[in-house]
């Protein structure tokens, strides 16, 4: 397990990451966040964790950017995880495509946000790839959130942060299942697919079940 004793754990995030955190789920939502807290908790329970939801359903990296010195080095992680993307292609293909972000734009931004708390917090870094819930790699949504998972990996390697690759994850299960089977709009989760999620990101934090 790579969270160590006391450690400040902060996810900050769009709706995926919020999940109610902010109304009847508070604090944390009913979401990843919640299944990876309560699992790290129930298996490493002397580590004596804090962990800290600050998603907000809705959110691009421009959002984030807004709200970043509060809700992200304002919180002085130990580790700091983020996931964003999926608004800023999103939006692109729905009723708010002035709400979208270009590549270039998402990229330099989330390259800024994530040096920047390195540099003020000394916090390590957890990021998530952007995904959507579509196994058909020609389809133009699922072509164009390949592009923003790319610059994530990227910068995130850049950063030394720890990767999730949700993209992955998702793609795994749907060799034997279909996209309604983890989200009504191959972008919220159900509770199984947010279960997917949780398991990507354990899988990376070396979580193990056995002492």
């Known amino acids: 397990m790579l969270f160590e004793q006391g450690q400040r754990i902060v996810v900050i995030g769009d709706s995926i990451t919020d999940c109610g955190r902010r109304d009847v789920n508070a604090p944390y939502g ?5 299944l990876i807290r309560s699992l790290v908790t129930a298996r490493y329970p002397e580590l004596g964790l804090t962990w800290v939801n600050r998603g907000i359903g809705g959110d691009t990296v421009r959002d984030l950017a807004a709200r970043w010195e509060a809700d992200a080095i304002g919180e002085r992680p130990d580790w700091l995880s983020v996931m964003i993307g999926i608004n800023d292609v999103w939006h692109g293909f729905g009723s708010q495509p ?12 989330l390259r800024s946000l994530l040096s920047t708390t390195v540099d003020r917090t000394g916090c390590r870094l957890i990021v998530a790839e952007p995904y959507i819930i579509e196994p058909d790699l020609s389809e133009a949504q699922r072509a ?10 990227d910068i995130a390697q850049e950063c030394h942060a720890v990767i999730v690759p949700t993209q992955d994850a998702f793609d795994q299960v749907l060799r034997s299942t279909t996209p309604a089977d983890w989200a009504d709009d191959r972008i919220h989760p159900n509770h199984p697919g947010h279960a997917v999620i949780a398991q990507a990101f354990l899988r990376e934090l070396g979580f193990t079940l056995t002492s």
Do not use: F, W
């Open 30 to 34: 009913d979401g990843y966040v919640d």
């Open 144 to 153: 164009k959130s390949d592009q923003y998972r790319a610059a994530a990996r």
């Open 98 to 109: 002035h709400r979208a972000v270009p590549l270039d734009e998402y990229a330099a931004t």
